[in-house]
């Protein structure tokens, strides 16, 4: 009777542990710098191994959304070829006047997707607005209401570097 007690305490141990020890989690890391303003940022994440890390410079009329749908999706500063890392300590990675940013990306092919990947550095500017997609289809460049496109394997890379003003 003690051997069986042991099994039942050994198997309820073993199922619990691959309970605690998932890989394949979804992270958001958003590093907020200088003032702020009028920030309203929305995220959503469905799926797993999906990574968001960035920082938010000195702000004004930001508007945010971002959305990953599928697995092994990243946005977020370059980390990757070129690899210029977090903007945090020098104003980068979105930062002042009238950002109005928009970037999803989608991959359909659940466990098998291949990485997509966006990069960004926004910085300087006046009137910033930028609509980005991976995985979606777009059928007018006014329109942000994208459909999904059903038959996305992912691996796709866009890295973004836009300076200036308008």
């Not at 697995?71 to 370059?78: D, L, V």
Request: proline fraction near 1%; aromatic fraction near 10%.
């Amino acid at each position: 009777v003690d051997i069986l007690k042991k099994i039942k305490v050994l198997v309820t141990g073993v199922l619990f542990s691959c309970f605690a020890f998932a890989g394949d989690d979804n992270t958001i890391n958003i590093i907020q710098v200088g003032p702020g303003d009028d920030l309203e940022l929305t995220i959503t994440q469905e799926g797993f191994n999906n990574d968001i890390f960035f920082s938010i410079g000195d702000g004004d009329d930001l508007i945010i959304d971002m959305m990953q749908v599928g697995n092994n999706n990243e946005i977020g500063w370059a980390n990757d070829a070129p690899s210029w890392g977090s903007g945090a300590a020098w104003g980068g990675d979105v930062d002042y006047d009238d950002q109005n940013i928009k970037l999803w990306q989608n991959c359909t092919k659940n466990s098998s997707c291949n990485k997509n990947d966006i990069q960004f550095h926004i910085s300087y500017g006046t009137d910033n607005k930028l609509w980005w997609s991976q995985g979606y289809i777009i059928d007018d460049r006014n329109d942000t209401n994208w459909s999904k496109d059903n038959t996305e394997g992912g691996g796709h890379n866009v890295t973004i570097d836009i300076h200036g003003s308008d």
